[in-house]
């Protein structure tokens, strides 16, 4: 049974408008082969440095990666002085593997990775806290005029609201 023209033109267009993912992991693929080829030593000490950002590259499901960016981010900031170190000091293999074998350069770099994931995991629940008390002191705030007005004017709030007050207070 052949499909009609009309489904088969539709769903020609809407994969013409979805994103093309493999273009850009082809690219990426590539710009990382030109890297491995024409600068070894470069390649060499930032595996090592950005390892636990791949790893964190691989593992983020997230729309957006935000865990990822925060990992990725945090390790590269942290790679600039050691990479600075390596072309300063005439760029060689056996300058790149003196750096990766060096513990301290490693940990720190590796530790700034641990605080991009620390940071990305613990900013969204100090946002939702601050916004939360946030909230309540608002209402609190709120609360209080409302009972100031309501003793100058002499006015009693609806039944409704008395409850729904009550309920809150409690």
């Known amino acids: ?6 489904k088969y033109s539709a769903k020609k267009a809407k994969d013409a408008n979805e994103p093309k993912e493999h273009s850009m992991v082809w690219l990426q693929g590539l710009l990382c082969g030109a890297l491995v080829t024409l600068a070894p030593p470069t390649a060499l000490l930032l595996g090592v440095l950005l390892a636990p950002a791949l790893v964190a590259v691989l593992l983020d499901r997230q729309p957006g990666r935000p865990v990822a960016r ?17 072309w300063l000091s005439g760029h060689t293999v056996a300058g790149a593997t003196a750096l990766t074998v060096n513990l301290h350069i490693v940990a720190v770099a590796w ?11 613990a900013a969204p629940i100090a946002v939702r806290a601050v916004l939360e008390a946030a909230s309540l002191s608002r209402t609190a705030r709120l609360r209080g005029a409302r009972a100031r007005l ?3 004017w002499g006015l009693e709030p609806p039944a409704a609201q008395r409850v ?3 309920r809150l207070a409690a």
């Open 1 to 6: 049974m052949a499909k009609s023209p009309q």
């Open 70 to 86: 925060s990992v990725a981010l945090c390790a590269m900031a942290a790679s600039v002085a050691p990479l600075r170190t390596l």
């Open 111 to 121: 530790s700034a990775a641990a605080g991009g994931w620390l940071l990305a995991e």
């Open 150 to 152: 309501v003793e100058d």
């Open 164 to 166: 729904s007050a009550g």
